[in-house]
């Protein structure tokens, strides 16, 4: 049997699975659906009948791999160290190769490639959305749940390049900036950009850069996927950058983790992948490691946030500590424990897409743990969850506490406003 090249790479890790089950307590399927077949003990017994060949891709019923985040919460928590996220995704392809990716689906993904046809439907599907309503949106692309989008990208609105405040330059980087920030919700972007720029980066944003391929990879369309890297990696291997930035830890950690992986066995981007994964960083574990930020004093009073760390910052990269140590430097800011800060919000791109009132159902579990600590500010360290955890939000009128970016948390203590 012919099987993907992750998979037939990782396929070994099934074995190390002991079937003990401590995965399960932090699996948002397997808690919201209490089903042992969807639970990452389960697809992976599953998949290891698939992969010795006992039960044929065709006949998987899509939820199985499908119905899950991608939180890699359970990757974490597994002492054996199974790495779930490649036997995840590669069941995904092989049960994609088998039965064909859904239409809606593939006409995306395909779309992708040519950012201004991307850019012409997000201004068509806002004005849709604004005018047909969004559950007729919905209802057009396939059932699935589209976000709010924002009409217009902020590649075209953001210049070439910034210069950092006062001239001296620390560092010179190239920022990805990632299609939730791009098409949804801008803040984090903004934001982010603008504490890089008060801390001394030169900011260099390559305007031909496309989606960074993980909705492509996650859903099992390798052939996507690579050409969308073809095009990022010849952009951001320039030897004169001294990193890749983004503010979206879903598209640094494919960089650093997912593109790596698959285009592995590709003489021409093998080696432009792993110099761009090793240059690649969150915004907030460049800011603490490389540019030595300083925080002055301030009149703001004193305020208490939480902070939710964002699933692949947690388990993909494991950085999510950056953001809780470069929050902890702002003064009269007081950080107090989130219960379970590592489970999932039910974001999971695709996930919220597909499944939006299971994704709700666990946003709103996420919403009650941070309304339980009595912080005035809910932190959310990526834009697609704090856009996700927003949107259940604006049905709950009981909440009283703001969600935010950490680096809009940064610049609304300073004042700081977009200055380029
Ligand atoms: S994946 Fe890890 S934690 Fe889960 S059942 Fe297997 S060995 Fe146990
Ligand atoms: S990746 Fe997340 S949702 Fe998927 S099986 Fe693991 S813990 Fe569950």
């Not at 910034?162 to 920030?181: L, N």
Request: charged share 25%; net charge neutral; hydrophobic share 40%.
């Amino acid at each position: 049997m012919f099987m993907n090249p992750i998979l037939e790479r990782h396929k070994g890790e099934l074995d190390k699975c002991v079937t003990c089950a401590i995965c399960q307590p932090v699996c948002p399927t397997f808690q919201l659906s209490g089903l042992e077949k969807l639970s990452p003990r389960g697809r992976i017994v599953l998949l290891r009948r698939i992969v010795n060949g006992d039960i044929d891709p065709s006949i998987i019923a899509d939820d199985t791999y499908n119905y899950c985040t991608l939180c890699y919460a359970c990757q974490s928590a597994c002492p054996a160290g199974v790495k779930t996220d490649l036997l995840f995704i590669g069941a995904r392809q092989e049960i994609a190769a088998a039965k064909g990716l859904p239409k809606v689906k593939k006409k995306v993904f395909e779309m992708l490639e040519s950012p201004e046809r991307v850019n012409k439907a997000v201004r068509m599907g806002s004005i849709a959305q604004k005018t047909l309503g969004s559950a007729t949106v919905n209802r057009l692309a396939g059932g699935m749940n589209v976000p709010k989008l924002r009409g217009k990208a902020i590649l075209k609105e953001l210049p070439d390049v910034i210069e950092p405040e006062g001239g001296k330059v620390r560092a010179t980087v190239a920022f990805f900036v990632g299609c939730m920030s791009n098409y949804v919700d801008a803040r984090a972007a903004y934001a982010s950009l603008e504490v890089l720029r008060r801390f001394g980066a030169r900011i260099i944003i390559p305007k031909q850069q496309v989606c960074c391929g993980a909705p492509a990879f996650n859903n099992g369309d390798f052939a996507t996927a690579e050409s969308l890297a073809a095009t990022n990696l010849a952009l951001f291997e320039d030897a004169e950058i001294d990193a890749v930035i983004s503010p979206d830890a879903t598209c640094s950690g494919a960089f650093r983790h997912e593109i790596p992986e698959l285009v592995w066995d590709n003489d021409e981007l093998a080696v432009s992948a792993q110099l761009v994964a090793k240059k690649t960083m969150d915004w907030a574990e460049f800011v603490l490691t490389r540019l030595d930020p300083r925080f002055p004093p301030t009149r703001e009073p004193k305020v208490t946030v939480t902070i939710h760390d964002s699933c692949h910052l947690a388990h993909t990269q494991k950085t999510h500590r950056s953001v809780h140590d470069l929050l902890a430097m702002l003064p009269n800011v007081e950080i107090i424990p989130l219960p379970d800060s590592t489970i999932c919000c039910g974001f999971g791109g695709s996930f919220s897409a597909m499944y939006p009132e299971d994704a709700a159902t666990w946003a709103g579990r996420k919403l009650d743990t941070i309304g339980n600590t009595s912080a005035e500010i809910g932190i959310v360290s990526s834009p697609g969850c704090l856009n996700h955890l927003d949107m259940v939000r604006s049905d709950r009128r009981e909440i009283n506490y703001r969600l935010m970016h950490p680096a809009e948390l940064i610049c609304e203590r300073y004042g700081w406003t977009p200055g380029w």
